[in-house]
C-alpha cells in the first residue's frame, strides 16, 4: 500500500506564501500523474493544480500565475508553491498521486493524502 504524507499547511495573512510538500512512501515501481486538490467548507473537492510524468503542468484558473506544482521523482514527492495567498484560498488541501507498485498494469494505485489545513486571513 502506499501511503501520502502531507506537510506545509497553516495560517497565513492575505498576501503570504506557504509551501505544501507531500511524499509517497510504501513500494512504488513507478509514479504518473500528482496533483493537489482542496476543499472548503461546504464546496465540492476541487483540482487546484496537476503535473503528469512528463512533467506537464495544469492549474485551475483561480490560482494560476500564483500557484506552482513541481515534482522531485528521486524522492516521491510533490510540492505546492503558493503565492499571493488569498482569503478565498483557505481550504483543507489533499495531495493525491497514482502509479504502479510493481511493473504490472495489475499493481496501480491511486493514494491520497490526509490533507493539511491553509487558512488565509485577511
Known amino acids: 500500500q502506499v501511503q501520502l504524507v502531507e506537510s506545509g499547511g497553516g495560517l497565513v495573512q492575505a498576501g503570504g506564501s506557504l509551501r505544501l510538500s507531500c511524499a509517497a512512501s510504501?513500494?512504488?515501481?513507478?509514479?504518473?500523474?500528482m496533483g493537489w486538490y482542496r476543499q472548503a467548507p461546504g464546496k465540492q473537492r476541487e483540482l487546484v493544480a496537476g503535473?503528469?510524468?512528463?512533467?506537464?503542468?495544469n492549474y485551475a484558473d483561480s490560482v494560476k500565475g500564483r500557484f506552482t506544482i513541481s515534482r522531485d521523482n528521486a524522492k516521491n514527492t510533490v510540492y505546492l508553491q503558493m503565492n499571493s495567498l488569498k482569503p478565498e484560498d483557505t481550504a483543507v488541501y489533499y495531495c493525491?498521486?497514482?502509479?504502479?507498485?510493481?511493473?504490472?498494469?495489475?499493481?496501480?494505485?491511486?493514494?491520497w493524502g490526509q490533507g493539511t489545513q491553509v487558512t488565509v486571513s485577511s
Open positions: 510504501g513500494i512504488i515501481f513507478s509514479i504518473n500523474s
Open positions: 503535473i503528469g510524468s512528463g512533467d506537464s503542468t
Open positions: 493525491r498521486i497514482t502509479g504502479r507498485r510493481l511493473p504490472y498494469s495489475s499493481t496501480s494505485f491511486d493514494s
